[in-house]
């Protein structure tokens, strides 16, 4: 999932209003780059930072949003929800790799970033083969009403750009969604605690 590594600022916008269906709570942390955008390189800074600005440059290029990445992925299976989404530009051909719930089972898509088509299929792994964490995760997804679509939109609002990745993290018993956004020349990281989405 995505997180931050050497973020500089922490700073919570109050989002009631903003939208009727928006998660209870937004945090938005800037500064540095979240660990789905570096590259085989860590550990060299001027490395990361390349790999990281060829990745935005061939994110800003690309025809197909993340929500309709996410949306194309979710009509392959009546009433599918994305659990998991990211932006892979590192291959010859920019996709995003869409993770959606339906049913019983954990569906893989690669979505062409430029056509919106299906590369290569799709892929079921059955939940019974996922650990005890990440099926309570997809199990608290499923009783949430708000979606990673939802949280999509609050963040692109909240940090004033274009999200790039998406997906479930659980801090301290919370079941958040974890959004990054490429605003400006700046990667933020967006969580958002949806309502009803505190376990025991």
Do not use: C
């Amino acid at each position: 999932m995505p997180a931050l590594k050497g973020w500089k600022q922490t700073f919570a916008i109050a989002l009631s209003g903003l939208l009727i269906a928006a998660p209870a709570r937004a945090v938005v942390s800037a500064g540095g780059t979240p660990t789905a955008l570096h590259s085989e390189t860590d550990g060299d800074a001027e490395a990361d930072r390349q790999a990281v600005s060829r990745e935005i440059e061939r994110f800003r290029g690309s025809s197909i949003s993340i929500s309709q990445a996410m949306a194309i992925a979710e009509s392959r299976h009546a009433g599918a929800t994305t659990a998991d989404v990211s932006f892979d530009g590192a291959s010859g051909v920019p996709v995003y790799r869409v993770k959606t719930l339906h049913k019983d089972r954990i569906w893989r898509h690669t979505i062409n970033a430029a056509t919106g088509e299906l590369v290569g299929g799709e892929a079921a792994l059955p939940l019974a083969e996922l650990d005890h964490e990440d099926r309570d995760n997809l199990a608290a997804l499923g009783t949430i009403r708000h979606r990673l679509a939802d949280a999509v939109r609050v963040a692109e609002h909240a940090a004033s750009g274009k999200a790039i990745s998406g997906g479930l993290v659980r801090e301290r018993g919370r079941l958040n969604f974890a959004i990054v956004v490429i605003s400006g020349d700046d990667l933020k990281e967006v969580i958002l605690e949806p309502p009803g989405a505190r376990t025991k």
